[in-house]
């Protein structure tokens, strides 16, 4: 079955414009969580959504928020783009949440210039 | 709160030789512990993973972890490393029926020399 789809894999951005991930789960999975992974701060929690409502979210500014559609696939989004934005945004999602089984995509690598 | 150490930012063993890294956690209770791994440039990738019962684990790639509850660690081993499990080892814990959301340790990368 297709993994964890995420677009676009890379992504090059200017301080201040907003930026839109996108991260398709493996079918049948209804629940979708996104971490951001930098050099600095490792890997760190940002928001779970199931059944297209947030459930959890992790101690980041308001600046990154998501959704997630009928059909699953989830949407983050980062506005006033900082340099310190510049991470790998990793998706993974799950059957169901409270489960952990996750499955990651490979990720987007955002850039911030 | 949540804490997760891995004291050993980089490893490198001989291809053949075994293999243990370290994991250490700060929790209330006995949470939940993953290994994943991750290739250059790719998303993370579950080797094993630990909710209650025995606590030798047996996982993916020849991998296994021992839970030791009275020393809040979660060791991962292999005793044969091949070149191919080059890549960085990320321990961590999630808090039993909780919300789905994990906390990470800093990672351990693994070279692998011939």
């Known amino acids: 079955k297709a993994g964890v789809t995420q677009t676009p894999r890379y992504l090059i951005k200017t301080r201040g414009q907003q930026v839109t991930l996108s991260c398709s789960p493996i079918s049948g999975h209804r629940s979708v969580s996104w971490y951001q992974q930098t050099p600095g701060q490792g890997l760190q929690f940002l928001f779970e959504?199931?059944?297209?409502?947030?459930?959890n979210k992790g101690n980041f500014p308001g600046r990154f928020s998501g959704r997630q559609f009928s059909n699953s696939r989830s949407e983050m989004n980062v506005s006033t783009l900082e340099l310190g934005d510049s991470a790998l945004y990793l998706c993974?999602?799950?059957?169901?949440?409270?489960?952990?089984?996750?499955?990651f995509g490979s990720g987007t690598r955002l850039t911030v210039v | 709160a949540q804490s997760v150490t891995q004291p050993d930012i980089h490893i490198t063993v001989s291809e053949g030789a075994s293999l243990e890294l370290r994991c250490n956690y700060s929790?209330?209770?006995?949470?939940?512990l993953f290994w994943y791994v991750q290739s250059p440039g790719q998303g993370l990738q579950l080797l094993l993973k630990?909710?209650?019962?025995?606590?030798l684990v047996q996982g993916i790639k020849g991998f296994e972890a021992e839970f030791k509850r009275s020393q809040s660690s979660f060791n991962l081993r292999k005793p044969s490393v091949h070149w191919s499990d080059a890549a960085e080892y990320f321990c961590?814990?999630?808090?039993?029926?909780?919300?789905?959301?994990?906390?990470f340790g800093t990672g351990t990368r693994l070279t692998v020399i011939p």
């Open positions: 630990y909710f209650s019962g025995d606590t």
């Open positions: 959504y199931f059944s297209e409502t947030q459930r």
């Open positions: 929790y209330g209770a006995t949470p939940y």
């Open positions: 961590a814990v999630g808090a039993p029926g909780g919300a789905n959301n994990l906390f």
């Open positions: 993974a999602s799950s059957l169901d949440t409270a489960n952990y089984g996750y499955t």
